[in-house]
């Protein structure tokens, strides 16, 4: 089992930034990869960027340019830096760890994104 905790979202303006944070704990030395999703209202939950065992990241291609996501093996924690938020960004962004074929989630934190 892996327990996820985020914290970070907020409301910000278009052209702002927000760091998102994400804690795990439990079986963390089985992770194979961690992450964010996000789900805007009425659609479907979307991968942002993933994080491998071995440091190799993945961004979708609405976010490259503007986020990036690190890690921290010392606190167990992974980091979304958000840089020139959109409106269209505006989401509930979920924290995910995988293990094998099992994936977990953090409880999700709102980013709004609006003048």
């Known amino acids: 089992q892996v327990q996820l905790v985020e914290s970070g979202g907020g409301l910000v303006q278009p052209g702002g930034s927000l760091r998102l944070s994400c804690a795990a704990s439990?079986?963390?030395?089985?992770?194979?990869?961690m992450g964010w999703y996000r789900q805007a209202p009425g659609k479907q939950r979307e991968l942002v960027a993933t994080?491998?065992?071995?440091?190799?990241?993945t961004y979708a291609d609405s976010v490259k340019g503007r986020f990036t996501l690190s890690r921290d093996n010392a606190k167990n924690s992974v980091y979304l830096q958000m840089n020139s938020l959109k409106p269209e960004d505006t989401a509930v962004y979920y924290c995910?760890?995988?293990?094998?074929?099992?994936?977990?989630w953090g409880q999700g934190t709102q980013v709004t994104v609006s003048s």
């Open positions: 994080i491998t065992s071995g440091d190799s990241t």
């Open positions: 995910n760890a995988r293990i094998l074929v099992r994936y977990y």
């Open positions: 439990g079986s963390i030395r089985n992770i194979n990869t």
